[in-house]
């Protein structure tokens, strides 16, 4: 089954680290760049989590 613009997509990523204002560093598998998102309501370091989100671009030239 092929991605398309627009689809629903949910992504399980690690979180790195909790910070003070409310934000989580994670990881993102075939994701290689920093990125942050509100924390989870009791997540800690290390803990996987769900993310849900539409897609919005495709790089057809790594299938991603």
């Given at each position: 089954m092929a991605l398309k613009i627009g689809d629903e997509v949910t992504l399980t990523v690690t979180i790195l680290k909790v910070l003070n204002d409310?934000?989580?560093n994670i990881s993102i598998p075939?994701?290689?760049f920093p990125f942050s998102?509100?924390?989870p309501k009791r997540a800690r370091a290390g803990e996987k989590v769900d993310i849900t989100g539409f897609v919005t671009r495709i790089d057809d030239e790594v299938a991603k």
């Open positions: 409310g934000m989580s075939s994701y290689s998102i509100d924390t």
